[in-house]
């Protein structure tokens, strides 16, 4: 009998089972480059291991960026990786998708654009890229403004809320323009008009307004600022604009609230970011900044390229990057439309309602956040004389929640809230689960003793009235009934 004998070769070294292979019994250097290579399974095993660390997106309530998309998109995104969206002439098509997606969000604030008119925009990797370029936008107008005048053109200044994103703090500390912040209030949480109007002088190259704080979903009113400081231009003889960061709620209020001015329709506004990767409902990675005309955009910001084939006009701070979420904007604004953005947008509401009124029944929270605005609810505790907001939400990690706890800007940084943000993923039955686990939590913090001790500030006792509106009427109707 002839016996046989088998030779491995070193290809058939790691046919075992993943987890007994060497490379997952030894540890990997953490902080410098292994000398070795491992097999690619391995790599993915040890990776994907630590991965699962992470908290689940799904359950992350303190973020407004998008955390779940359709398969068809995924699809999309994952065969436009390769591509180099700054390359234009190389993919002419995705260009062309980019250009549609700024006409088409153009429109959607109502820019002044006749029917065959281009409109002026750009898409960045998010609402702080589009940011930056709007404030250099602004600046370099109002210096050359400054100097055909024979005017100091050294100390630009903007007005801001003191509720405004960091992405506000380092524009004006990276290019060199001083913040002027209207402080908040107790029970005010957002900009006021007056106050900011107040702060505009010569040097003031823009008024900064928020639709849909972060702190607690309110949009400010800009349609008051925009006619406060057309009055003050007009005794001036300045020409201070505003810019509108839409950032949350540039996709918000076309669908909720079309007739609430707050975008092109006011002249005073000049140019308006927002992302597509919060409510424009695609993954992050992906904003917009649109801008009312040619003549607001000076051209010397613009650069032109032609190494990479054709002439090609660039204005961003980024220059490389993947085309994957300009494709899955153009997807979800093809796919869904003005009815499908609609439907998403009133069933968040919706849920955000229906939040509210779970935690309002335990007769535990204050409530900060207003019907009207970004679909969130930001609440603080009635009482702190054992607990507060951030034990809540520490003991909330138990279940998988991220809900986060935070304080206020000045002059309001004694209040503290925990802010739910509702997302198109996050149902009706992740809402009334949720406040079936708050409540669980409180139970358990009443059993125990402070942490924090008893020295801590209380919450706010009311919010301040808003106006309403037919479309809240019908979501409070739907949601009176509701026990969670």
């Not at 549609?100 to 109502?110: D, E, H, S, Y």
């Not at 010569?202 to 702190?215: D, R």
């Not at 997807?331 to 609609?342: D, M, N, S």
């Not at 802010?419 to 686990?437: C, G, K, P, Q």
Request: hydrophobic share 40%.
């Amino acid at each position: 009998m002839v016996l046989s004998e088998a030779k491995l070769s070193d290809g058939d070294s790691y046919i075992q089972s993943t987890f007994a292979s060497r490379h997952l019994q030894t540890p990997l250097p953490r902080f410098c480059m292994p000398d070795n290579s491992i097999p690619k399974e391995a790599a993915y095993q040890i990776i994907n291991d630590e991965l699962m660390l992470d908290g689940n997106p799904r359950l992350n309530l303190a973020s407004f960026v998008t955390t779940w998309m359709e398969s068809e998109c995924d699809k999309l995104m994952m065969a436009a990786m390769n591509k180099n969206y700054v390359d234009m002439d190389e993919y002419p098509v995705t260009t062309e998708i980019q250009n549609r997606c700024v006409n088409m969000i153009a429109r959607l604030f109502n820019a002044p654009l006749h029917e065959s008119e281009t409109a002026i925009g750009v898409g960045t990797v998010g609402s702080s890229e589009a940011i930056m370029l709007a404030g250099l936008a602004f600046k370099r107008r109002w210096q050359n403004k400054r100097k055909a005048q024979g005017l100091p053109f050294h100390k630009p200044n903007i007005v801001t809320g003191a509720n405004v994103q960091v992405c506000w703090e380092k524009f004006a500390r990276y290019f060199e323009v001083e913040l002027k912040e209207v402080k908040l209030r107790e029970g005010y949480y957002v900009m006021d008009p007056a106050k900011a109007v107040e702060m505009v002088d010569e040097n003031t190259i823009c008024v900064a307004a928020i639709l849909g704080s972060t702190l607690n979903g309110e949009f400010e009113d800009v349609k008051l600022l925009n006619d406060l400081l057309i009055e003050k231009n007009n005794k001036t003889g300045w020409d201070t604009p505003i810019h509108v960061d839409a950032a949350s709620g540039g996709f918000i209020a076309p669908f909720l609230y079309p007739e609430l001015e707050w975008d092109f329709r006011l002249p005073s506004v000049k140019s308006i970011n927002v992302s597509g990767h919060k409510y424009g409902l695609v993954y992050a990675g992906i904003g917009w900044n649109i801008w009312r005309s040619k003549e607001d955009l000076p051209e010397e910001l613009i650069f032109h390229i032609n190494y990479l084939g054709t002439d090609q006009p660039t204005f961003t701070l980024n220059f490389s990057k993947g085309s994957s979420q300009v494709i899955a904007q153009y997807y979800q604004l093809i796919r869904l439309g003005f009815e499908g953005y609609k439907s998403v947008m009133e069933n968040c509401q919706e849920n955000a309602m229906l939040l509210k009124v779970g935690l309002e029944k335990t007769g535990r929270f204050n409530i900060v956040s207003k019907d009207y605005g970004v679909p969130l609810v930001a609440f603080s505790l009635k009482d702190h004389n054992l607990h507060n907001e951030f034990e809540v939400s520490e003991m909330l990690r138990r279940f998988g929640w991220i809900v986060p706890a935070y304080t206020m800007p000045a002059d309001a940084q004694h209040v503290t809230v925990l802010r739910v943000v509702i997302r198109e993923d996050f149902s009706r039955t992740l809402a009334e689960r949720l406040v079936l686990d708050i409540t669980k939590v409180l139970h358990e913090l009443d059993q125990l003793p402070s942490k924090y001790g008893n020295d801590y500030a209380k919450g706010i006792n009311g919010a301040i009235s808003v106006p309403k509106d037919s479309t809240l009427e019908t979501l409070r109707e739907k949601t009176s009934k509701v026990i969670c």
